[in-house]
């Protein structure tokens, strides 16, 4: 999943993205409303959580801007105003949900992962195939019933495979869904984070490499 966290008080923007990250997500951060209007027009996000009062462009503005482009992007609005009419207003801009400060992080990460859910095609909440079993909520990964330690990385690569349902994805697609945009595109981070899961993931091999095009389960 791919997050871009738009929040104007550095150091808790830097800890959300810090802490998603930790949670096998995929994050960028911008501190306006100019620089997240700038990013949601070159890369796709599933989740975009977004403070409301922004500098240069305010945070509603930039929620009009998504929601006029259709895009499937959700977002999650942030506040530090709490009334109810606060909450209805920010919904009524076109927010996914609303979410008022000071917050639980725990609460912060079940909002966004749920939102992520609504971005795709309805899946399971535990992901099934070729014998492995992925529940993205708990963190965890089993093989044949027996469970599977991986770094969050391997578990989003692992994570963006299950639910690409044996279709193909390419080597790029991993990196935008995996990894945040300060990733060198020329990087071979891809196919050793492959290689090493494939290991942790045991035999028979259950990751498929087709030849020019990507990996498929």
Not at 123 to 134: F, Q, T
Not at 148 to 155: G, M, S, T, Y
Not at 201 to 216: D, Q
Request: hydrophobic fraction near 45%; glycine fraction near 8%.
């Amino acid at each position: 999943m791919r997050v871009l966290v738009v929040e104007d008080e550095q150091l808790l923007a830097d800890a959300v993205a810090t802490g998603l990250r930790r949670e096998a997500m995929a994050v960028d951060v911008v501190y306006d409303g100019g620089a997240a209007l700038e990013r949601i027009g070159v890369n796709d996000y599933d989740v975009v959580v977004l403070d409301r009062d922004l500098p240069v462009v305010h945070g509603d503005e930039v929620c009009r801007e998504v929601v006029g482009l259709g895009l499937p992007t959700r977002v999650l609005m942030l506040t530090a105003a709490g009334d109810v009419s606060d909450r209805v207003e920010g919904l009524e801009l076109g927010a996914d949900d609303y979410l008022p400060k000071p917050f639980a992080f725990t609460e912060l990460t079940a909002r966004v992962r749920a939102l992520g859910r609504r971005t795709t095609a309805p899946l399971p909440p535990v992901l099934e195939r070729s014998g492995i079993r992925l529940d993205p909520n708990r963190r965890e990964v089993f093989r044949d019933g027996k469970e599977v330690h991986l770094a969050p990385k391997e578990f989003a690569v692992l994570e963006v495979l299950m639910r690409s349902e044996g279709a193909v994805v390419s080597a790029e697609q991993l990196l935008e869904k995996a990894w945040d945009e300060n990733t060198d595109p020329f990087t071979n981070v891809v196919r050793v984070t492959v290689m090493t899961l494939r290991r942790k993931l045991g035999e028979p091999p259950v990751i498929v490499t087709v030849p020019g095009s990507g990996y498929r389960i």
